[in-house]
């Protein structure tokens, strides 16, 4: 009866596209979930937390009184390694 059929490694070959293919939608659905949240884009490695808040402060994402503000934090909680 089934003499026809696609043998083991169509079997294996098929799970193999199957798993791919529903990794492939989870990363799909993923990636538009945060899309959709508007997730700021990761920070670029190497510049401090001070930095990025000058560099936020100089295109007026922020008040001046904001500003010194979360400087004052970032400076009270600065850790040197």
Do not use: C, Q
């Not at 696609?6 to 596209?17: A, E, K, L, Q, S």
């Not at 990636?31 to 508007?38: D, E, F, H, I």
């Not at 990761?42 to 010194?68: M, N, Q, V, W």
């Amino acid at each position: 009866m089934y003499w026809n059929g696609m043998g083991w490694g169509g079997w294996v070959m098929m799970t193999i596209t199957v798993v791919a293919f529903w990794g492939l939608v989870a990363v799909v659905v993923v990636a538009l979930v945060r899309s959709l949240r508007g997730e700021p884009a990761r920070r670029a490695p190497g510049k401090s937390a001070l930095e990025l808040l000058d560099e936020r402060f100089a295109r007026g994402e922020i008040d001046e009184t904001d500003y010194h503000r979360r400087r004052e934090l970032l400076l009270e909680h600065r850790v040197d390694h």
